[in-house]
């Protein structure tokens, strides 16, 4: 039985149609339906495990090519990646691959890869080129099993220990080679290449036996499964660059694929053979050394794969050295694909030629001694410390191109945000501009003072945002800024829209202003028109005290009346003031000059001239007013000064009529003589008198004449103080009748009684005894009697 015939029956499926129509029609037996889709389901589960762990081992093969595959069964279809893999693992040049992508093209290359296993003494039965060229899923698989088979298993070899005179091979030997390993290790048991290898165990106790260095096994639990495949897998990859060809949840199910499970331990037994193997490659080298005359040969070789090797490096370090990077990130990603590119298809032939040369000159090396020729040494310059000192600058510039690339995209998707938060910050300025542009257009001002002046207050509120928002206009600048500096692939377009904004930002500041000057004059006018309303309220006030009939009751009224009136007139030539203020400012509106706010006015010129008509009405009619209330308290004035002078009179009458009336004529002459005296003075002071009675009564007489409101008043207080003041002068008359009368009384009486003295100092004297003393006083007594 072939290898792909194996692999047919083991996957549990049938390859005939007709047989499995024959199996299914017989599917009234439940159990064995169940049973049959339960072997169906794991045959897909292992074909699905078996794909990747092939992929996977023929990627690590292929990878010596600079090649990789993507799916087992459509990009081996036209037999040219099959035919590199076969050259890589035979080590020998297959037929020249036929070119073209038509299926007669795939036929052929395929053809040659199984015609080359056919030649490799590889049985293969109902297999065709067509199967592979058509994908066929399990053929496939078959083909590369076998191919495994052939390559990879076909010659281990391992002595029993048991018995050094029998050998086993394949399957067996591989999985004896497994138990020598891993003998001795706890919990580790290798019976087969399926359950065997489920808790993980088995992997790290092989890298444990070859490299305790990598592993610490004591410290693994049998529970934790998928710990301990992931830490083998990791290790083999990470530290033996073994290609990680299974995944643990491939391995940690009830049946693990044993196919995939020998494919990924056998690169286990090939790397740990070959690091054995190692120890003695000087022997071996020697073996296989056959002339001098190859030597030469492969000195030339040598020398042409040095030269052409470190003219590469040289020109590669000039393109990684190159940090003219691309403007933009699609730019830059597509650099960085490009040096991806180079280091896992370009770099990787080179690397292999690198460790070529080193075999290469070892082998010469080698053969030269071996034939007792003297060691070939490279010329200065191509050494292989100059090659690896040349690789090393190559992966130095590499490293520092990677990083600046990285440096460099990153830089660039930092850009793109920056440019992305421009074009987010941006739109939203532009919005809120323009709805404000919109909202500070309108001119809903108001047609009264309160109105306005709300007006006025949500203007500034709207004032206090707008300048607020300058912080946010300026952010969008910023930004702008940054990226030009950064050098920006599509700074055009930034700039662009920045000068936008700003353009919005300062019209927006120009229709502010704007707003702001016609609301200051709407302001101004209803201000005015205010100032008109008090105005004209005032006036009506003040006129209606001047409308007054209150003239006064008597002259002190009249003054404190006069006092008031003269208070209003002060207040009326105030408001004449407040008029020609008012009314100037108005005038303003009316001739003014509204270039400046595109000849808005805040009211109509009709209307203001209407309104300053009607001030200077109100104020004339308030003046004529004032006027007539001034000469109707004057005239009052006169009046109750007319009375008050008169009653002064009056009573000056009538104090002297009492004067007149006294019965008091004296006590004697003298006294009467007083009184006479002071009459006299009195009819002097009367005298006086009549002369200001006249004028008092030339007023009331102007008074009549001139018609005042009291004039019958008056005519009848004039006729009373003229007769009051002719009784006086009756009495005056009178009383000088009777102080004559009585001086010529008590005349009468003092002479009578100067004759009595007279008479009796007469008697005395004459009656008197006394002679005299002597002549002298006889003499002096004769001369009194005389």
């Given at each position: 039985?072939t290898?792909?015939e ?17 199996d299914?029609d ?6 064995k339906l ?7 389901a794991?045959?897909?589960e292992?074909e699905?495990?078996?794909?990747k ?5 023929v990627?690590s ?24 893999l076969?050259e890589?693992l ?6 020249k691959q ?14 040659k890869?199984?015609q080359f296993?056919?030649e ?6 109902n ?13 496939t ?7 495994i ?6 010659d281990?070899t391992?002595?029993d220990?048991?018995?050094t005179?029998?050998t ?13 390993k891993?003998a001795?290790?706890?919990n ?7 359950t065997?290898?489920?808790?993980g165990l088995a ?8 490299r305790?260095?990598?592993?610490q096994?004591e ?13 083998s897998?990791e290790?083999?990859e990470d ?25 990924y331990?056998v690169t ?32 030339q070789?040598y020398?042409?794969?040095?030269s ?7 020109q590669?370090?000039?393109i ?8 933009s ?6 650099q ?6 180079y280091?896992t298809?370009?770099?990787?032939k080179k ?6 040369l ?9 053969k030269?001694?071996a ?11 191509k050494?292989i410390s ?14 520092e191109r990677e990083?600046a690339?990285?440096?460099e ?19 939203m ?9 919109r909202?500070v257009?309108?001119d ?7 109105a306005?002046?709300?007006a ?9 945002d707008?300048?607020?928002?300058e ?16 050098t920006?692939?599509?700074i055009?377009r930034?700039n ?5 904004v700003l ?9 502010l ?14 201000r ?10 005032w006036?009506?006030?003040i006129?209606?005290?001047?409308l007054?009939?209150?003239y ?5 009224g009249?003054?404190?009346?006069l ?30 000059d ?8 805040p009211c109509?010129?009709e209307?203001?001239k ?16 004032a006027?007539?209330r001034?000469?109707r ?18 009573g ?7 004067l007149?009336s006294?019965p008091?004529?004296g006590h ?8 006479l005296?002071?009459?006299?003075a ?9 002369t200001?009675?006249e004028?008092v009564l030339q ?11 009291g004039a019958?008043k008056?005519?009848?207080r004039?006729?009373?103080i003229?007769q ?5 002068m009756?009495?005056?008359?009178f009383r000088?009748k ?10 009468f ?10 008479m009796?100092?007469t ?7 006394d ?16």
């Amino acid at each position: 039985m072939t290898e792909i015939e194996s692999y047919q029956n083991n996957t549990g499926v049938r390859w005939d149609p007709g047989q499995i129509e024959d199996d299914f029609d017989a599917a009234s037996n439940s159990a064995k339906l169940f049973e049959r889709s339960r072997i169906k389901a794991l045959a897909d589960e292992r074909e699905s495990v078996q794909k990747k762990t092939f992929t996977k081992w023929v990627n690590s093969h292929l990878i010596r090519t600079g090649c990789r595959i993507a799916d087992l069964y459509i990009d081996l279809r036209d037999g040219k990646m099959l035919m590199k893999l076969l050259e890589v693992l035979s080590g020998e040049r297959l037929p020249k691959q036929t070119k073209g992508k038509m299926r007669i093209h795939c036929l052929e290359n395929v053809d040659k890869a199984l015609q080359f296993l056919y030649e490799q003494k590889v049985h293969l039965e109902n297999l065709g080129a067509h199967d592979i060229v058509d994908g066929s899923s399990r053929l496939t698989l078959g083909l590369i099993w076998t191919i495994i088979l052939r390559f990879q298993i076909q010659d281990i070899t391992v002595e029993d220990a048991g018995d050094t005179s029998e050998t086993r091979s394949a399957k067996d030997a591989l999985l004896l080679w497994c138990q020598m390993k891993t003998a001795g290790y706890p919990n580790v048991n290798v019976r087969n290449f399926t359950t065997s290898w489920r808790d993980g165990l088995a992997f790290n106790a092989i890298i444990h036996k070859h490299r305790p260095d990598l592993i610490q096994y004591e410290k693994l639990q049998k529970s934790n499964a998928l710990y301990n495949l992931n830490n083998s897998f990791e290790v083999a990859e990470d530290k033996l660059g073994l290609t990680r060809l299974l995944d643990p949840e491939d391995i940690n199910v009830e049946f693990p694929d044993e196919k995939s499970i020998i494919t990924y331990v056998v690169t286990y037994y090939h790397y740990f053979s070959k690091m054995k193997a190692e120890s003695v490659q000087g022997k071996r080298i020697g073996k296989v050394i056959d002339n001098a005359l190859d030597s030469d040969r492969s000195v030339q070789e040598y020398q042409t794969f040095t030269s052409d090797l470190l003219d590469w490096i040289e020109q590669t370090i000039v393109i990684l050295n190159d940090r003219q990077f691309a403007n933009s990130m699609y730019g830059v990603q597509q650099q960085l694909a490009a040096f991806n590119t180079y280091r896992t298809r370009e770099k990787p032939k080179k690397f292999d030629e690198k460790g070529n040369l080193e075999i290469m000159l070892f082998t010469i090396q080698s053969k030269m001694r071996a034939n007792n020729q003297k060691p070939y040494l490279p010329k200065e310059g191509k050494l292989i410390s100059d090659i690896n000192k040349a690789w090393d600058r190559l992966e130095k510039s590499e490293h520092e191109r990677e990083l600046a690339l990285r440096e460099e995209l990153i830089r660039q998707e930092k850009l793109e945000q920056l440019a992305a938060r421009f074009d987010r910050k941006a739109g939203m300025r532009e919005t809120w501009l323009s709805e404000n542009q919109r909202l500070v257009s309108q001119d809903n001002f108001g047609f009264d003072l309160a109105a306005v002046e709300a007006a006025t207050k949500k203007h500034e509120a709207i004032e206090t945002d707008i300048y607020a928002y300058e912080e946010r206009v300026q952010a969008v600048v910023s930004v702008a800024s940054d990226l030009q500096q950064e050098t920006y692939h599509d700074i055009d377009r930034i700039n662009s829209r920045k000068d936008n904004v700003l353009k919005l930002w300062n019209y927006l500041i120009e229709l502010l202003k704007a707003r702001r000057l016609r609301l200051e004059l709407s302001l101004g006018i209803q201000r005015i028109f205010q100032e008109m309303l008090y105005i004209l309220d005032w006036m009506e006030e003040i006129k209606a005290r001047l409308l007054s009939e209150d003239y006064g009751k008597h002259l002190m009224g009249v003054d404190d009346l006069l006092q008031k009136h003269s208070l209003i007139e002060a207040d009326i030539h105030v408001l004449g003031e407040r008029v020609k203020t008012v009314n100037t400012q108005a005038d303003r509106f009316v001739d003014g000059d509204f270039s400046d706010v595109g000849g808005y006015r805040p009211c109509e010129q009709e209307v203001i001239k209407e309104r300053m008509n009607t001030l200077d009405t109100a104020y004339d009619e308030l003046i004529a007013l004032a006027a007539e209330r001034r000469a109707r308290l004057e005239e009052s004035r006169r009046l109750w000064q007319f009375y008050w002078d008169m009653e002064d009179e009056e009573g000056w009458i009538r104090e002297k009529e009492h004067l007149m009336s006294s019965p008091d004529l004296g006590h004697d002459l003298t006294s009467v003589h007083l009184l006479l005296n002071k009459h006299k003075a009195l009819e002097d002071e009367m005298t006086a008198r009549h002369t200001h009675l006249e004028s008092v009564l030339q007023i009331g007489n102007d008074l009549i004449n001139a018609g005042n409101f009291g004039a019958d008043k008056v005519q009848q207080r004039i006729d009373e103080i003229n007769q009051q003041w002719d009784s006086l002068m009756d009495l005056a008359a009178f009383r000088k009748k009777r102080l004559h009368e009585a001086v010529d009384f008590y005349q009468f009486f003092a002479d009578a009684d100067d004759v009595d003295a007279w008479m009796m100092d007469t008697l005395r004297l004459v009656s008197s005894e006394d002679v005299g003393k002597d002549e002298a006083s006889v003499q002096s007594l004769l001369k009194k009697h005389k």
